[in-house]
Each structure stands twice: as structure tokens, then as C-alpha cells.
């Protein structure tokens, strides 16, 4: 098999990652004034209601959405055709402004936003009382702590992830595998961004998934790169790199390609609500193998070069 | 690695895998339990419930599920008050839901799902069946609001001693005006105590969540998920399928705390009192009639906790007892070691608490051979032994009785100043009373009382449909790849294959074996190993490919496959294991329930690809004499020639 020069487009690849993770959060913040809001993270307003046995879920999303107000619908139960209707708190003015609407002798007086939407519920849909099951203000599940938390993890996870990878081959793979990592959750998140793909306990569940697909990954390559590398110390790390990618590259795209075929299985299935954790998921796949190759190989690479010139 | 003999262990494994995983799929019986009460009712308001029942069962479990309900469309006999359901996949969303819509017919706290036999052999009758978390199948979510004027109430029993000298010296003319000064600064500060601000009332909160976080992790629950309302000063408890409701919220209520408090001093003029008029009664030969016969009777019926305070309030009032003075059950066994912990004696206690829970840390239930009981010990606070100290030594002679919730479980005499700081509490426990005691010390008491402010079923994060959906999603994506294995590494593939499905299974069965309740990021963690198993055989197998490229004879070839891809698969599994634990150790919620199955999916993974494929590979290739192993994709794959 011919070697292919991997490396060549280091400065390209580098530049383009790091461009598009700061057009990505540029966009988020200037544009959208930062993540998506969702329940989970910031609460929001919820009700389980049993709608009339000819209403679907297209048409309750079908009115959410001619109303502009942003809501995530969930069947409960199919036999009684009940759905749990998540409301952001970004939908409040939307809804206050909707009730208003509704003529005088319809509606009783309420002062707190769920009442408010319930009763807007109930007049768009007809609905009796008894059908509201529940109508709760709901607070932040996984928000606040978690993003704290996060953090700490994720900083104390490369701290020792680098050790282990120091001790067991050298700093300099270790320290682009981690700085790989990094890329990856950020690309990731700027895409979430961008895209304002509203997070949610899923969501967590595909980066976690996506940082250990994306760890195992440059381990598999820098293993073999290192195991090239052994006694060859005079020999230029790039063309190493370009060989060990080589013959790492069969297996990479088959595993990339095993794990996206049940990624994709999810959003061609048509799972509504595991919509988004399959393609964060899948964009993390493609990131992840992108970055061992095109950017943890090129920053050990350039990391070795400049240590060289230093002790030149 | 290339004996038969060696097949044993993945068999074995496998089949004691299978024997855990059995209750999942089993066909097992549900005790639905009638409520005593309904027999009481007239026919006709029974017929109602009966019917209730049945309609909605018709509609929603008749056809599809297969269930059965015996005895149909009428009420249970009085002697065996509780319907038998039968089926497959009984779920404890399910029977929640049953309970739930029947709240007026079916005693809830009762319902018992019957072991299968396996889990009656291997786990004492516990369940082995896999739980799902709140986001798959909804669970109960309660809000206990926090009481604070009950809590007040007991900080001014703390008090109450300080309080009165304070007011004592305040009043007295002849004190000094700087000892006046004092009191005057310690009355606002124990007064500004009992004024609750909402920052205060925060603080408490907290420590209630810190001890319920507690109560929750001793009950096996995997995501439970303890939250402070702020707005309502209430807690809120999710709690994933859970089926026992009304257990689970008796042990987060759970108020009992631990105190010290001193006995009336000799001679016992009003414990006298109640023991005289006791025996007068017993005399006339009107047992039934006596206060502690009452008292019994009380707690036999399970009148609750305000019954009995109630009563013996009215003690006090019936003998007169100061208000400085309380009345006490003292509790204890019969004669043998297994009766009944009832109350056999009143005592008259100091209303001033001497020594609170707060003071004691660190217990530990043990048996003492020499009296043949179980007993507590327990460390004090720095601040407690001092305290503790002071006490024996002013008060020597005297007793001491030690306060369990609103027992006397111990009354002993003071013969000697105690320091050093640790004690031990002895009285007629059980092991499981011991270890309930050493928990509440340890943990505390919840600082407030908790009432029920409401208790709900809450639906899953993914519809059912999504999960329906999203199964057969995961499981064609399943099949895709194991078919694209075969394609693309043909025998080797296979082997993968088996692997991968004896990984799942083995690691299903641990999960289980662990009380796992899986969630949606469980299952997202179950798809990574999942993934790196697939990964793990990949490599493996481009390596021996490698090794026969370079034409080495196919035994040579797959051994240093294997032993090339070793550290590869250890460095890249052990990594993700240690991100894995840290998960675990930092994380909540929705990171945990993903780090466990990715830990235990590692553990699983680094099993099946390093000893089980190999083991399978090797035996193919010398046992069974394959010569020719093609590790190239069917149509594009170039002739391999290598050398048997």
C-alpha cells in the first residue's frame, strides 16, 4: 500500500479546525446570545394531556409551530394517545401574548405561566379539565451543577489521561491526544451551537460516548506510530506518522464505519427524540477519527520539531 | 490457549449469565393486595372499585400483553385478600400505574411481585430482574416539604433550660449588670435562632438532601435524584420504577433521632406516681385497663406517631407532671430475645435535651457475646465529650436515658465520669435495629420534619415510541454490523460476532447482578463497548493480516496478531477506564448511569476480545485444522496464499 502524506495539510487542517470552532462559537454567542434553552438545563414549563383520539403528534407540533413557540412533544401512550408537551422558558412572552387572546369568557384568571398555557391548551384543543393530566413549572434537571461538574471532569480526566499516556509512551503523544480531545468536545459543542441543538440529558450521553470513541481512537493510532518510531529515533516523526496512519487506516475505517452504521440505523429509524443524540453522535464519529488523523499526528509532529530545534 | 479443556470457562460463564438474566424474560405472578377496608365497605361501592378495576384493565393490559388476572371481575376472598397476575416483562412502571389508578382498592405498599426461583436461590427472594431509570419508563417523584415550625418547636426543647436561667438572671436584681449584659446577648442570639430566614431554612434543606442522598444509596437505587425547591423550601425525590412507594418514602421521612436526656431525680416522685396507680389497676385485675396496656395496644394497631404522642401527653396532664418533665415509653423485649420491642414501663424524663444526635458521630453496630445482644458504639464530637463529660460528672447517681425517636431504649445509672469520647449504647436490639440506630447517628437525623407536599408518576424523557423505535434501531444497527464483520472479515467475523454477543450478554448480567438501573445513557455506554468491542477485534485482525502479508504460517500469524494488538486494546480500554472511573467519582445522574455500563463494558470487553476470540481463533486454527484463513472482504478481497 502506498503511503499517504497525512501530513502535509497539517497547517491547513489546524487552521481549519481552529477556525471553525471559533465560527461556531462566535455564531452561538453573537448571533443566538449562547446555547439553546431546554428544559433539562434551564426548566421550563410541562404537561402531560390526553388529546382527542383524531389529534396526532403532527398536529400538536404543526400548531407549536404556526404559534412560534418552542416546544418538545413526547408520546406517553399510544393507546390513550398521551403526550408530554415541554415548553422552554424562552416561549413565556409567546404564550402570555396567545392567552391574551383567548376571549374574556373562556378563560379564567391565572397568574402563573402554566396556567396560562394550560388554558391555552385547553381552548385550542377543547380539552376538559380532567384531560390536563398534569401541569408542572419544572426546574433544571442536569443544568447548573453539571455544567461545573463537567468541567472539573473533563480537565481532571486529560490531566490523568496524559500521565497514563506519558508514562506508558511518551509526553508528546500523550499531549496531542489530549489537546485532540479537546478539539473534538469543542467542535462538538460549537456545532450544538451553531446549530442550537438544545441540550439535553441525551445530548450528555452522546459526548461522553463520542470522548471515549474519540480517546480509543488516537490511542489506536499513537500506539502504532510509537511502535514505528522504536529505534528509529533519527528518522523524520512525519514520515512515521504517515506509515503508521497507513496501516492503521483499514482499521480506522472500519471502525468508523461499524460504529456510524448503528449511529445512522438511529436517525434513519425515526426515533423523534433520538434525533439529536444520534447525530451529535455521528458528527463526534466523524470529528473524532478526523482529529486523530488530520490533527493529534500533526501537533505531536510539530511538538517534536520545535523540542528539536530547542536542544539543536 | 489451544486446549478444548478452556471452553469450559466461557460456557460456564455463559450459563450462569443466562440463569441471572432468566427473571427478565421469565413468566412470573404479581400480588396485587386488596386494602382491608374495602371488605368493610357496602357491596355496592365495592362493585365500583371491582369494576374500575377491570375496565381499565381490559383496556389497557386485556389483549396485547398477555396478562392474566385471577379472580376475574370480582373481589378476592377476605382470607386471601389480593389478585394474581401472571404474564411476561411485568414492569414496575406497570404495576405502579395498576396501584396508582385503583388507590381506593389496592393497598399499594403491599404489592409484591413473587420471586422467580432463581432469585429466591441466589438473592433471598430479591429482584434480579433489570430496572429501568426515570428518562426509560417514569418513576415517582415526590416533594417533601420541609416543617419548620415542628422544627422551632424542638430547637426551643434545646433551649429550654438556657432560656429559663438566662430570663432568671435577667430578672434577678442582685445580679451583676455585666453578667446581665450577657444573658441579654445570649437570649437575641438563641432567639434569633428560632427565626428562620430564608437562608437558614436553605442550610437545613441542604443537610435534609445530604442525609436523604444517604437513606437513597443504602435502598440500591441507582439515579435517584435529590433536588431543593427553593421557592416551596421542599425536596424533591425522583425516584426510577420504583414499585414500593410507600417504603421508600417511610425511610426519607424518617425523623428519628437520637438524644440523651436525663431521668427525673430520685426518688422518682411522679414515675411513682404512674407505677402506683398502675399496679392499683392491675390489683382490681383490670390489665386491659392499665396505661401501658393501652399503650401497647396503641402501637400494635399502628395508630402512628401522632396517637401516640397524643397519649402520652395525656399522661402528663392525667399526673400532673411539671412542665420541665415529659413522659416516656421505655422499650424493650419480652423474655425471649425474639419478642416483640413494645413498651413495658413509662419514665419521667427532662424535658431539656442533655446530649443531642448532633454531638455523636461515627457508629457502629456489634454483637456482644458476653450478654448475647447487639449494642452501638459511637465516637462524640470534641464539643460533644466535653459536654458529655460535664454531665456524668455532675449528675453521678443519677440515670441517663438515651432517647431513639420517642423511645427509651436504655436507662443506665451514672457510676462514673465518662471522657474520652467514646460510648456505647446497649439495649435489647436486633442486628437490623443495631444497624438502623448506627445509621442514624452516623448520618444523623433530618434535621427538619418532611411532610408529603405531593407524589407523582412522571412520564419517561423518550415517549414510547421513541423507545420502540429507537430498540429496533439499535438492534438492526446491531445486525448491520455483524453481518458487514462477516462480509468484511469473513470466519474471523464470525468469531467476532460471538464474541460481541456473549460481551453483551455477560455484561448485561453483571449490570444486574449490581442492581443497575439502566437509563438512557446506560444505554448510550452500552453502545460504546459495543463499538470498542467491534474495535477491539478489528485490530486483532488487521494485525494478523498483517503477519500473513508478511507470510508467516497462520498459527504464527494469529498468536502474533494477537500479541501485537494486546497492548494496543489495553491502552486504548484502560484509558477509557480511567475517564470512566473518574465519571463515576465526580459525576451525577445522567454521567454516572453512562460511566458504569462503559466501565463494566470495558471490564466485559477486555474478557471476551483478549481471551474469548483468541481462544475460539486459535482452536479454529489448530484444533480444528483450518488452513486457509481469509481475513479480506468477500468480492474485493485479493487471494490470500498462506502457508498451513
Known sequence: MHNINFTKYKYFTLSFSFLAIVFGFVVTFAKYGGFAHSLDFNGGLRTVVELPADKTRNDLEGYFQSKKIEAVVILLEKEKNIYQLDIGLGSLETIEALYKEIPEDSRESSTSAIDRFVQLLRYEYKLPKEKVLSADQVGAVVGGELTEVGITLLLTTLAIILLYLSIRSQFKFALASSIALVHDILMTLALIGFLQIKPSVPIIAALLTLLGYSINDKIVVFDRIRENAHGKDNLALSNIINVSITQTLGRTINTSFTTMISVVAIIVGGAVELYDFAFVLLFGVIVGTYSSIYIAAPISEIYDQLRKKRFA | MQ???????????????????????????????????????????????????????AKDYGKASGWTIEPQDTLPPK????????????????????????????????????????????????????????????????????????????????????????????????????????????????????DLSPMRKIVELEKAKMIIDNRLTTQNLTEPQVRIQKEQDAIEVSLPGVSNSAAILEILQNTETVEYRLEEPTPFVYKGQIADSERRMMDLGKRENTDIYLFQELVKNKAGKKAQDAFLEGLEKKYNIPKDFKVYAMWARGNSAKSALLPRSFVVLERKIALSGNDMTNAQPSYNSNSYGWMVSFTLTPNGAEKFFDLTSQNRGRNLAIVWGDKVISNPVINDPIAGGRAEISGSFSEQEAIRLANVISEGALPIPLSVLEMRFIGPTL???????????????????????????????????????????????????????????????????????????????????????EGRALSIAVTRGFENAFWTIMDANVTTLIAGILMIRLGNGPIKGFAITLCWGIVTTLFTSLFLSRLFMELTVNRIGIHHLNLRPFFFGKKETTNA
Open chain 2, 3 to 57: 486446549s478444548y479443556r478452556l471452553l469450559i470457562l466461557p460456557f460456564l460463564i455463559l450459563a450462569v449469565s443466562f440463569t441471572i438474566l432468566y427473571p427478565n424474560f421469565a413468566y412470573r405472578s404479581l400480588k396485587i393486595v386488596v386494602r382491608e377496608d374495602v371488605y368493610a365497605l357496602p357491596e355496592a361501592d365495592q362493585k365500583v372499585l371491582v369494576n374500575a378495576l377491570f375496565e381499565r384493565w
Open chain 2, 79 to 194: 382470607e386471601n385478600p389480593f389478585y394474581i397476575v401472571k404474564g411476561r416483562f411485568i414492569t414496575s412502571a406497570k404495576i405502579n400505574q395498576i396501584s396508582q389508578e385503583n388507590q381506593s382498592l389496592v393497598s399499594e405498599s403491599k404489592n409484591k411481585l413473587e420471586p422467580t426461583w432463581i432469585e429466591e436461590t441466589i438473592r433471598g427472594g430479591k429482584s434480579l430482574s433489570i430496572k429501568l431509570g426515570l428518562d426509560l419508563q417514569g418513576g415517582m417523584r415526590v416533594v417533601l416539604k420541609g416543617d419548620f415550625d415542628d422544627y422551632t418547636s424542638k430547637l426551643k426543647d434545646l433551649y429550654a433550660k438556657e432560656l429559663t436561667e438566662l430570663k432568671l438572671t435577667l430578672n434577678n436584681p442582685a445580679a451583676k449588670p455585666e453578667d446581665k449584659e450577657k444573658a441579654k446577648s445570649r437570649l437575641t442570639e438563641i432567639e434569633s435562632s428560632f
Open chain 2, 463 to 549: 415517549g414510547i415510541e421513541s423507545i420502540e423505535v429507537g430498540v429496533k434501531a439499535v438492534a438492526i444497527g446491531f445486525f448491520l454490523v455483524m453481518v458487514y464483520m462477516i462480509f468484511y472479515y469473513r470466519l474471523g467475523g464470525f468469531i467476532a460476532d460471538l464474541s460481541l454477543l456473549v460481551n453483551i450478554i455477560i455484561l448485561a448480567a453483571l449490570l444486574t447482578l449490581m442492581d443497575f438501573t439502566l437509563t438512557l445513557p446506560g444505554i448510550a455506554g452500552i453502545i460504546l463497548t459495543a463499538g470498542m468491542a467491534v474495535d477491539a477485534n478489528v485490530i486483532i485482525y488487521e494485525r494478523i493480516r498483517e503477519e500473513i502479508e
